[in-house]
DNA sequence: GTGGTCTAGACCACT
DNA sequence: GTGGTCTAGACCACG
């Protein structure tokens, strides 16, 4: 496990992001033990604090869920991790689509450009 | 004119990426002049400062040319302005395609989000 | 027997005061033998060791007592429960009357609000 | 403008408070600018990382607004302010009321003893 | 000068 | 051993 950090963004919201698409692509599972802060610190090199911080939003957005002395689990509800991946997938659709509309390409073009943008990638696999 | 400004991107980005799309959609042309820093910074209730930030940035980008004692203008060279078109529709296109692989997405769903989202937009219109 | 734990307040802070209302409202009663730790602990699903920190404590302010073999008891002083159910309900009043001085509520404002509060319970019985 | 510390509650959490008292009663109104995070640091005699951590819950409950690089503000809208009010008053009571009633208060007994208590301290007054 | 983030290291309460 | 909080001190981007 290891996240290549990008400048712009702060680590803590990177982490975030690493860990919601574990959780959506399954990687963690619901009601899942999420490792100690300080361990992941020492896996990601990171300070523990920022960890915390980490955990504290994903806390707060009731992906993740904290029993006292035992440590964090992923949230049992189903529903909820569901719910993060529309979220997630819905604000990337909303931003892309937006930011094209706004630079004058019409819905058509859009299409077509997605279309052979990923048709490009089936190609490199080959 | 008028910005809805995002507390997470700083404001000279903003409005860098405003002018852009301005330049783009053709509101503002090739060789066209640029209002004064300080007209600009009324206009939009901001710290002169961070007008000429957003310029100096544009200028480095050679999207914006300074003509001493003239005032600022827009680069005349056209296929520079292709060039912008192309280089953010494709950040945009690679950050939103990379998001939805990483949640798991297929290429195949990936169009056809896109197609739905599109199909939606235009029946919202009818 | 069961509690609603809230995450600010230490489990064995909310046993206890479980425990202290139980003797109070009358459910256990001057003398009345309490349930061992490990059967409360399993009722409970809380780790012994903080039903035992709450016995500790319990037994600190003198509620129950322990009998070397026999288990734990309520205390058998009647008084000592009527002095405990004056601590708690002037706990309660002075943090309730300092916290809405504190908000800008002159004392005839707590007075109303406080009947208000009350008589709207007593509707909704009916 | 110093406060007493409780061991028992987080410092960012008493400062949180404190800070909601001063606009509830109105020693800082609506879109008043807050001093600085140092300033309050030194003022207050607490690591300004703490002071940091209060304003950012208070920016979540939208209590408080960040300009960039300018500083921060009061939340501009009364009826916000008028609503935390209301919340806290309303739980304060609803703990008072909830708390006394788990004693085996009646109705009619709260409302004697907070009359008596509030007489009480008016007479201490004269 | 302003807030935002991060590191380092410490102590505490809880289980 | 777990998370929660706090201090100290630093650096950065922003206006």
Chains 1, 2, 3, 4 share one sequence.
Do not use: C, W
């Not at 963690?28 to 300070?47: S, T």
């Not at 931003?95 to 299409?111: A, P, S």
């Amino acid at each position: 496990m290891s996240i290549e950090f990008d400048n712009n963004l702060p680590i803590y919201l990177q982490i975030m992001n690493y860990i919601k698409k574990e959780i959506i692509i399954g990687n963690l599972k619901a009601g899942d033990k999420i490792p100690a802060v300080r361990e992941l610190a020492l896996e990601l090199q990171i300070n523990p604090n920022t960890i915390q911080r980490t955990f504290q939003e994903l806390e707060r957005e009731q992906i993740v869920e904290t029993r006292r002395g035992l440590g964090r689990y992923v949230t049992s509800e189903e529903s909820k991790i569901m719910d993060i991946k529309k979220e997630m997938a819905g604000e990337l659709l909303g931003r892309f689509i937006q930011g094209m509309q706004e630079l004058g390409y019409k819905n058509q073009d859009i299409i077509t450009i997605v279309s052979h943008a990923v048709q490009e990638k089936d190609k490199d696999k080959e």
